[in-house]
Antibody, heavy 117, light 108 residues
Framework: QVQLVQSGAEVKKPGASVKVSCKAS????????ISWVRQAPGQGLEWMGW????????NYAQKLQGRVTMTTDTSTSTAYMELRSLRSDDTAVYYC??????????WGQGTLVTVSS | EIVLTQSPATLSLSPGERATLSCGAS???????LAWYQQKPGLAPRLLIY???SRATGIPDRFSGSGSGTDFTLTISRLEPEDFAVYYC?????????FGQGTRLEIK
């Protein structure tokens, strides 16, 4: 069965970086993309960007350009999302999701990133 | 970017009733690339509907989607207790992908 398993919760100070992993199983990793979506406490869903697991092409949300990098390791079927220069408003649950032409049919369990001094 | 506006913000209904949730787009959504997700507290969203009207794998047929252009609807024909949750629409026809702010479906 398709599974996306994310790394554990993180607590970071303002200005630091965080890297969240998302290990995929149960399907051919390179046949789909991975999108990253975040959700601030009590708020809605915000799309952060997408990466093709086939060729590494990326498309980032404009507001995160320059602070976010998405990568994949096809040898381990793992996707990564790194966010730099963290601010308090980056505190959120970060989700990876399998992406097929923009639909997100399987999701990871979420990773809580807390940014606090 | 395309802004999605969901209404109502909160919908209070009883089990067995019909629920109608709306999603309006600020511009026409290309090729009806509109999806609906259900989210329960502490869990990841679950894909219900894609391409405006196609049910995702394993989704009961009481869930249906309709619409095109700028107006879309999610209908739950007869509410079951497990259907009370927050629902989000999402457009993926143009970049950036955007989500609506959500409709909370609560038990009356």
């Amino acid at each position: 069965q398709v599974q996306l398993v994310q790394s554990g919760a993180e607590v970071k100070k303002p200005g630091a970086s965080v890297k969240v992993s998302c290990k995929a199983s149960g399907y051919t990793f390179t046949s789909y993309g991975i999108s990253w979506v975040r959700q601030a406490p009590g708020q809605g869903l915000e799309w952060m960007g997408w990466i093709s697991a086939y060729n590494g092409n990326t498309n980032y949300a404009q507001k995160l350009q320059g602070r976010v990098t998405m990568t994949t390791d096809t040898s381990t079927s793992t996707a990564y999302m790194e966010l730099r220069s963290l601010r308090s408003d980056d505190t959120a649950v970060y989700y990876c999701a399998r992406d097929l032409l923009g639909t997100h049919d399987y999701w990871g369990q979420g990773t809580l990133v807390t940014v606090s001094s | 970017e395309i802004v999605l506006t969901q209404s109502p913000a909160t919908l209070s209904l009883s089990p067995g009733e019909r629920a109608t949730l709306s999603c309006g787009a600020s511009q026409s959504v290309s090729s009806s690339y509109l999806a609906w997700y259900q989210q329960k507290p502490g869990l990841a969203p679950r894909l219900l509907i894609y391409d405006a009207s196609s049910r995702a794998t394993g989704i009961p047929d009481r869930f249906s989607g309709s619409g095109s252009g700028t107006d879309f609807t999610l209908t739950i024909s007869r509410l079951e207790p497990e259907d009370f949750a927050v629902y989000y629409c999402q457009q993926y026809g143009s970049s950036p992908i955007t989500f609506g702010q959500g409709t909370r479906l609560e038990i009356k």
